[in-house]
Structures are given as structure tokens and as C-alpha cells.
């Protein structure tokens, strides 16, 4: 599912809220069975210190977690009759931890035994018009970095034996897309895409304010994903509670 907001980075928090509603609604149709409560965990991919990457890993800053209060003080502590139990991580790249992501998310899953798996990342997009402007959604999980030619280990019921659900927004696009996107409006022909694809120098594009994008992005992911693991809240139930 491909949802278009082309205002979706615009200040306008009552529009914020309508797309964390939608993206809520089509998330609960790609939800697993009929369960009244689910084990979930949300994984937020990406690299925090690199802003066009580090939009999952700001999502979990903006999602509402219950399994450790659940646990401890049952459900009653959100004064709720129904209550998922949502957890999640972040767990980097490799550069960093030595290990594949699949396979550290793979660890947490047998140790938390979850229901079904969330995995929210940056895209790389087709057209420069969906840069910070869509939000994708599959039931089929995703490849990490797959997009900026970087593909590590399949995030996938095959490879996890939970189902996996993928979040994204494309947050770069490659240079040579560009440019083609870019002539091909102004009716022109002739350049050549292998210039930006040579080896050592494949380039990707970002937008300059970026930063903030990324921000009003994870906000918008963070409470549409929370509101519909917590069916009985609003949207604005979670951002109090959140907040």
C-alpha cells in the first residue's frame, strides 16, 4: 500500500493527525489473525547519526510502549480493557555492532517470542515527487538497504517465523533518477544514468531541510503505528501519552 500526502511535511498538526489515522487504518488490515491482543514488536532500522537514515530509529522515539508496564501492572495501568504488548528496538548497523540486523533481531524474537514484527526504515524512492511525501507500507517485510545498493539479510516470516510488516518513507533518491526525472521535464535527452552509477561514486540525493522532515516524519509514523496497536486511543489519546 502507497499512501500519498504531498503536504505531509507541511506544519499543519491537524493534518499530521489525519495521515497517522489513515496510516493506522491500513495498518490494522495488515495485522495477523483475529487475536484481541498481540505481542509486537516495532523495529526502527537505520542509522541515527546519518539524518536521511535515521528516520526508524527516531520512530521509536515516538511510540507509545506498553509491554513492561503491562507485565508488571497489567492492563489496568492504561485504564483499558484491551492492551497490546508493544516493545521495540534499535539495532544499528553493522559498522557499528559487527552483526547483520537480522540477525540481532532475530535473538530478540526467540528471547520475546513476539506475534508479528513491525520493521520501519528510510526508502530510497523513484521520483523525486515522493521524497518525503509517501508512506509505503507491505506485509511481505523488506531487505535493509536494499534501495542505496547495500542489501544485507532478508527481514521476512521465511527468515524470522513471525509475520513481518514494512513501514517506510523515502527519504533520498539517486542522483542519476534525478537528473533523468529533471530532463525529462524539460523535454531534453542524452545523458547518460552510468555516470552516477560508476564504480566508488553512486550518489543519492536528499532534501536540504531534511533534518526537520525526518522529524515531522517519525512523529507521524511513530503516533499512527501506536494508535493502532492501541485500538481503544485516539490519536491524540497517544500523543498524551506520549508526551
Known amino acids: 500500500v502507497t499512501m500519498e500526502a504531498p503536504a505531509m511535511v507541511e506544519p499543519d498538526d491537524d493534518y499530521h493527525r489525519e495521515i497517522s489515522e489513515a496510516l493506522a487504518e491500513e495498518l490494522l488490515k495488515m495485522m495477523p ?60 548497523v553493522m559498522a557499528k555492532t559487527g552483526m547483520e540486523t537480522a540477525e540481532i533481531i532475530s535473538g530478540v524474537v526467540k528471547e520475546t517470542q513476539p506475534d508479528v514484527l513491525i520493521v520501519v526504515d528510510a526508502l530510497a ?33 521465511e527468515h524470522l517465523g513471525i509475520p513481518v510488516i514494512a513501514v517506510g518513507v523515502p527519504t533520498v533518491v539517486e542522483a542519476a533518477t534525478l537528473c533523468l526525472d529533471l530532463l525529462d521535464q524539460a523535454g531534453q535527452e542524452g545523458f547518460d544514468p552510468a555516470l552516477f552509477r560508476q564504480e566508488g561514486a553512486e550518489w543519492f540525493v536528499t532534501p ?36
Not at 69 to 85: D, E, F, S
Open 208 to 243: 536540504r531541510n531534511v533534518d526537520s522532515e525526518v522529524e515531522t516524519l517519525s512523529r507521524v509514523l511513530g503516533l499512527g503505528i501506536s494508535t493502532a496497536l492501541h485500538v481503544d486511543f485516539s490519536v491524540e489519546d497517544v500523543e498524551k501519552w506520549i508526551s
Open 125 to 157: 524512492a523513484r521520483s523525486p515527487r515522493r521524497l518525503c511525501r509517501t508512506v509505503q507500507l507491505s506485509d511481505t517485510g523488506l531487505i535493509p538497504g536494499s534501495g542505496v545498493g547495500n542489501a544485507r539479510m532478508a527481514l521476512d516470516e
Open 33 to 92: 489473525g483475529e487475536a484481541e491482543e498481540l505481542s509486537v514488536l516495532i523495529v526502527g532500522l537505520g542509522n541515527r547519526e546519518v539524518t536521511a537514515d535515521a528516520l526508524g530509529p527516531q520512530v521509536v522515539d515516538n511510540l507509545l510502549i506498553t509491554r513492561h508496564v503491562v507485565r508488571a501492572y497489567g492492563k489496568a495501568a492504561y485504564n483499558c480493557t484491551r492492551m497490546n504488548l508493544v516493545s521495540s528496538i534499535e539495532p544499528g
